[in-house]
């Protein structure tokens, strides 16, 4: 393989001219001709640069509305040719095909399309076809070829022309980054298809993202880690703009994620909210009259664990809450906006990160949530269920009150985004308990109660804020060993899937001690 390649002939063919004027010209001044299509063709001679048409290189027009242009041996005999093969060499001169040294191309805006609800049809044909190939053929013989298919790169290009051509090592980086682009293209169109005709587990399934981030490392010093973007802009750390602090680790996006799309949950127009989540799981979560106020009623859940966590908020952050975040180490704190003197206030703390959205996410929107297995990965619908006080089943005596109802719909949100088994305890829009991740229901349910006690003796509360809570359950309780152990702690009502083969056991057992309990008919594992 030639080590450089001098480049003297360049096909240019962009759906986004980002910066094209600026490389074309550069590419010309340097004496290399242009050949190039259509629209990108019209725009370089707008800019006052001499081109070719492809249509003149192939001697055919355009046709069939721009689906039929550089599918022509002109073109791909120029980009495949081995230049070190006397019979492509041959084959060049007897047909007249002139070799083409750098491929520009970027595909046709498929995923915007799909992104701006295009229909049908407007999906369809914006589905690339000349353009994959190209960049293929290109890629494929790097050998000869450089193709580049991120305006990124541009200023890269120009060096490596500068200092003879480009290098066969920036030749192969450049052919990975064009397959990873038609890859990742694919893939887009893949997933839309299925989506459109309701495959729902379509034979093979695709996944592709673009390198946000090179992190230091991943969960633990000896892991390499990176953070990739898969398209779709749902507000969130992947959309965020971080205004200070050092860059996110991969625990911090972990957990950003998990505290934001929790938060999520409680629309902001029905009051301000904060979650405060460690380790991937809430330490706690509350609703207030304001933000400073539903910060502090989630502080004061476990304000041993919120120590270095990460808090998120449904409303932009303002001065108050800036400031009551500060007394105590946090890692980052991520909100829908920010004021000035909020953003004042914390950039006292330069370890201190802050990313704001400008929206939240939809808890409700459909999506995909897969994790990897050996030998594949699982996919699924992402968790979105959602259940209302009318889609409550009251399965004991004593129907709940309406403080309670409300109680329990709050504390079956959080429930949801508890790793299982989980068990939350809440009063007045605040949880006062949390027990996650444990292998029986029964200890999360008593290490909830514990945590609520520990809480009781650090306020100076005269008993346990657990006492006159409502429970939610993740899922169902396999036994009544876990009602009852809430029901001695002080809770008052329950909410659970229901399910169990023993519900009626469970159903007894509250009644024994005048509890309230409902069914909701929707189990939310969280593993």
């Given at each position: 393989?030639?080590?450089?390649?001098?480049?003297r002939?360049?096909l240019i063919?962009?759906?986004?001219?980002?910066?094209?004027?600026?490389?074309?010209?550069?590419?010309?001044?340097?004496?290399?001709?242009?050949?190039?299509?259509?629209?990108?063709?019209?725009?370089?001679r707008?800019?006052?640069l001499?081109?070719?048409?492809?249509?003149?290189?192939?001697?055919f027009?355009?046709?069939?509305?721009?689906?039929?242009?550089?599918l022509h041996?002109?073109?791909?005999?120029?980009l495949?040719?081995?230049?070190?093969?006397a019979?492509?060499?041959?084959?060049?001169?007897?047909?007249?095909?002139?070799?083409?040294d750098?491929?520009?191309?970027?595909?046709?805006?498929?995923?915007?399309?799909?992104?701006?609800?295009?229909?049908?049809?407007?999906?369809?044909?914006?589905?690339?076809?000349?353009?994959?190939?190209?960049?293929?053929?290109?890629?494929?013989?790097?050998a000869?070829?450089?193709?580049?298919?991120?305006a990124?790169d541009y200023?890269?290009?120009?060096?490596?022309?500068?200092?003879?051509?480009p290098?066969?090592?920036?030749?192969?980086?450049?052919?990975?980054i064009?397959?990873?682009?038609?890859?990742?293209?694919d893939?887009?169109?893949?997933?839309?298809?299925?989506?459109?005709?309701?495959?729902g587990?379509?034979?093979?399934?695709?996944?592709?993202?673009?390198?946000?981030?090179?992190?230091?490392?991943g969960?633990n010093?000896?892991?390499?880690?990176a953070?990739?973007?898969d398209?779709?802009?749902?507000?969130?750390?992947?959309?965020?703009?971080?205004?200070?602090?050092?860059?996110?680790?991969?625990?911090?996006?972990?957990?950003?994620?998990?505290?934001?799309?929790?938060?999520?949950?409680?629309?902001?127009?029905?009051g301000?909210?904060?979650?405060?989540i460690?380790?991937?799981?809430?330490?706690?979560v509350a609703?207030?009259?304001?933000?400073?106020?539903?910060?502090?009623?989630?502080?004061d859940?476990d304000?041993?664990?919120?120590?270095?966590?990460?808090?998120?908020?449904?409303?932009?952050?303002?001065?108050?809450?800036?400031?009551?975040?500060?007394?105590?180490?946090?890692?980052?704190v991520?909100?829908?906006?920010?004021?000035?003197?909020?953003?004042?206030?914390?950039?006292?703390?330069?370890?201190?990160?802050?990313?704001?959205?400008?929206?939240?996410?939809?808890?409700?929107?459909?999506?995909?949530?897969?994790?990897?297995?050996?030998g594949?990965?699982?996919?699924?619908?992402?968790?979105?269920?959602?259940?209302?006080?009318?889609?409550?089943?009251?399965?004991?005596?004593?129907?709940?009150s309406s403080?309670?109802?409300e109680d329990?719909?709050?504390?079956?949100?959080v429930?949801?985004?508890?790793?299982?088994?989980a068990?939350?305890?809440?009063?007045?829009?605040?949880?006062?308990?949390?027990?996650?991740?444990?292998?029986?229901?029964v200890?999360?349910?008593?290490?909830?109660?514990r945590?609520?006690?520990?809480?009781?003796?650090?306020?100076?509360?005269?008993?346990?804020?657990?006492?006159?809570?409502?429970?939610?359950?993740?899922?169902?309780?396999?036994?009544?060993?876990?009602?009852?152990?809430?029901?001695?702690a002080?809770?008052?009502?329950?909410?659970?899937?229901?399910?169990?083969l023993?519900?009626?056991?469970?159903?007894?057992a509250?009644?024994?001690?005048?509890?309230?309990?409902?069914?909701?008919?929707m189990?939310?594992?969280?593993?």
């Amino acid at each position: 393989m030639t080590e450089r390649t001098p480049i003297r002939r360049a096909l240019i063919s962009v759906s986004d001219k980002t910066g094209l004027n600026e490389f074309a010209a550069a590419l010309a001044a340097r004496g290399i001709e242009l050949i190039s299509t259509g629209g990108t063709a019209k725009a370089l001679r707008a800019a006052g640069l001499a081109v070719r048409d492809v249509a003149e290189l192939t001697g055919f027009p355009e046709m069939m509305d721009g689906r039929v242009k550089t599918l022509h041996p002109m073109v791909h005999g120029g980009l495949l040719a081995l230049r070190n093969d006397a019979g492509h060499v041959a084959a060049m001169e007897a047909h007249g095909i002139a070799p083409i040294d750098l491929l520009v191309v970027n595909l046709y805006p498929f995923e915007a399309t799909v992104a701006a609800g295009g229909a049908y049809e407007d999906c369809v044909e914006n589905i690339d076809i000349g353009g994959p190939a190209m960049i293929r053929a290109a890629a494929k013989n790097h050998a000869h070829v450089a193709v580049v298919v991120d305006a990124a790169d541009y200023e890269q290009v120009l060096a490596e022309i500068e200092a003879g051509g480009p290098s066969l090592a920036f030749r192969q980086a450049l052919a990975q980054i064009a397959y990873a682009r038609t890859a990742a293209y694919d893939a887009a169109v893949s997933n839309w298809m299925a989506g459109a005709i309701g495959a729902g587990t379509p034979r093979r399934r695709v996944f592709a993202g673009t390198l946000r981030q090179t992190m230091r490392y991943g969960e633990n010093p000896h892991q390499a880690a990176a953070f990739y973007t898969d398209g779709p802009a749902r507000p969130g750390v992947a959309t965020a703009v971080q205004h200070q602090g050092k860059a996110l680790s991969y625990n911090n996006i972990n957990d950003t994620d998990a505290a934001f799309e929790l938060v999520a949950e409680f629309a902001p127009e029905g009051g301000p909210a904060c979650a405060i989540i460690k380790h991937a799981n809430p330490c706690g979560v509350a609703r207030g009259a304001s933000l400073a106020e539903a910060y502090g009623r989630a502080f004061d859940c476990d304000r041993t664990s919120a120590f270095g966590g990460i808090v998120a908020l449904n409303q932009p952050l303002d001065e108050e809450t800036a400031a009551r975040i500060t007394e105590i180490m946090t890692e980052v704190v991520i909100a829908p906006g920010a004021s000035d003197t909020a953003k004042a206030i914390f950039a006292r703390k330069k370890n201190l990160r802050l990313l704001t959205t400008e929206a939240m996410p939809d808890p409700g929107a459909a999506g995909l949530a897969f994790r990897q297995v050996a030998g594949g990965f699982l996919v699924q619908d992402r968790d979105n269920g959602s259940i209302g006080a009318a889609d409550l089943k009251v399965v004991t005596k004593r129907a709940p009150s309406s403080t309670e109802i409300e109680d329990m719909l709050f504390a079956r949100i959080v429930a949801k985004h508890v790793k299982s088994n989980a068990i939350i305890y809440a009063k007045a829009g605040a949880t006062v308990g949390v027990g996650a991740g444990q292998m029986s229901r029964v200890d999360s349910t008593r290490i909830a109660a514990r945590k609520g006690e520990d809480m009781a003796g650090a306020l100076g509360l005269a008993s346990s804020p657990v006492e006159g809570a409502v429970v939610a359950s993740d899922a169902f309780f396999p036994f009544a060993d876990g009602l009852i152990t809430a029901a001695e702690a002080g809770a008052t009502a329950v909410i659970q899937p229901g399910g169990s083969l023993r519900d009626e056991e469970v159903i007894a057992a509250a009644d024994e001690r005048g509890l309230a309990m409902v069914f909701t008919g929707m189990r939310h594992f969280r593993h």
